[in-house]
């Protein structure tokens, strides 16, 4: 994925800068823009937006079971990305009806 993660995204990180909030943004902003313009093609980093263990998701071990907690991760990625696919399973917490169409359901 390029350079994940620059030894000031690092530092930054582990004194908490990153998840800094509003005082931060616009330092980190800066950072970005200086290894996109060294031709980073992406950014790897924790999340902002989410606490410390806040990324736990769920197992499926005799029923729906919450799994352990996580550090959440973000990817910035830069440019177009002809090889990356992707797709909407879900809109407004419902299935879109053209997924509806590809799956098995009563």
Same mark, same amino acid.
């Given at each position: 994925?390029g350079r994940r993660? =620059?030894?000031? %995204?690092?530092?930054?990180?582990?004194?908490?800068? $990153? +998840?800094g909030g509003i005082?931060?943004?616009?330092?980190?902003?800066?950072?970005?823009?200086?290894? +996109?313009d060294?031709?980073a093609?992406a $950014?790897?980093?924790? =999340?902002a937006?989410?606490?410390a263990g806040?990324?736990?998701?769920?197992?499926?071990?005799?029923?729906?079971?919450?799994?352990?907690?996580?550090?959440g991760?973000?990817f910035?990625?830069f440019?177009?990305?002809a090889? %990356?696919?992707?797709?909407i399973?879900?809109f407004?917490?419902?299935?879109?009806?053209?997924? $509806?169409?590809?799956?098995?359901?009563?």
């Open positions: 994925m993660v =620059s030894e000031w %995204f690092y530092r930054c990180y582990r004194s908490a800068r $990153l +998840r005082p931060t943004y616009v330092e980190c902003r800066k950072e970005a823009r200086r290894l +996109r060294q031709g093609g $950014l790897q980093a924790p =999340s937006a989410l606490v806040g990324a736990r998701g769920w197992r499926v071990a005799g029923g729906l079971r919450p799994a352990a907690d996580r550090d991760q973000i910035a990625v440019g177009p990305r090889d %990356f696919v992707g797709w399973a879900a407004a917490a419902r299935p879109r009806e053209e997924v $509806l169409s590809r799956v098995h359901h009563p």
